[in-house]
């Protein structure tokens, strides 16, 4: 069962960014619904800034799917920007980002999903990692690179940072630091802030329409320069605090160590 927008809150939220996707979004989007059957979800497409007629595509498969909203930047800002935009409207607990060039099977979504849930609250993050790469050799060894040295240095424990579908509590989501290519780096990210993080293995699959947007070395010195800036965030968060409840107020209960999340067991979280 799908959320319309006057309906309460959903349980998950789907954002999809994209740019010049029209020819893949409404089986994208009709993949993602049927994945998604039996749960109350909601589906954020982001146009950013496409020239192909992606937002007219948008309005007329909203007018028949009360669950999808499109949203769109004026100007292109970036896969990161986009993401940030979904998340900054999205009304579920549970947020799902999945690429909008369809090499992400949205079949994978119910495991990501059950995945984070059966995980516990000091879990924040179900990360896919992709098998059986369809991508050209040359993207495959750069990516496979890039990952090694990412994983040297950050000791993220994610074997494929890159890959686009994955699952995030979204209250954790929100208090993730911002910078353009921050989805790559959800994982050590969500460390940072004292969450665990769990991972699924995701067939990858051809694009049935376009080309991709992004090259192979076009990023690369921007893509280094962002590595080691996590590097640095991450060592900069020494400690991670363990709150506790002071107990003696009227209608308190006894006082009990609290995790870095916030949660303390059987008790509902502190708020700062």
Not at 61 to 76: D, I, K, N
Not at 140 to 164: E, H, V
Not at 174 to 194: I, K, N
Request: glycine content about 12%; some cysteine; aromatic content about 6%.
């Amino acid at each position: 069962m799908s959320a319309s927008l006057n309906s309460a809150a959903p349980d998950i939220s789907v954002v999809v960014p994209a740019k010049d996707e029209r020819d893949n979004l409404p089986v994208l989007v009709d993949e993602i619904s049927a994945a998604l059957s039996g749960r109350t979800f909601e589906i954020l497409v982001i146009d950013d800034g496409s020239g192909d007629g992606t937002s007219q595509m948008l309005a007329e498969l909203s007018g028949r799917m009360p669950h999808l909203r499109g949203l769109r930047h004026a100007v292109a800002c970036g896969q990161s920007a986009s993401v940030r935009t979904g998340l900054r409207h999205a009304r579920g607990g549970i947020v799902v980002t999945i690429d909008g060039d369809g090499e992400n099977d949205p079949a994978y979504i119910p495991a990501l999903v059950e995945a984070l849930e059966n995980a516990g609250p000091g879990v924040a993050l179900a990360a896919g990692q992709r098998v059986g790469r369809k991508a050209s050799r040359a993207k495959r060894i750069a990516s496979r690179l890039a990952n090694r040295l990412r994983g040297a240095l950050l000791k993220d424990q994610t074997r494929d940072s890159g890959c686009g579908l994955k699952a995030i509590r979204r209250e954790v989501f929100l208090q993730l630091p911002y910078f353009d290519s921050w989805h790559r780096f959800l994982p050590a990210l969500v460390l940072r802030e004292g969450y665990g993080v769990t991972h699924v293995d995701i067939v990858d699959r051809h694009r049935r329409h376009g080309t991709s947007k992004y090259g192979i070395f076009d990023r690369a010195l921007v893509g280094a320069l962002d590595l080691f800036g996590v590097w640095w965030l991450r060592r900069r968060r020494k400690r991670v605090p363990q709150v506790s409840r002071v107990a003696g107020f009227v209608g308190e209960a006894s006082a009990g160590t609290v995790s870095g999340n916030g949660q303390a067991a059987g008790a509902a979280p502190v708020k700062e």
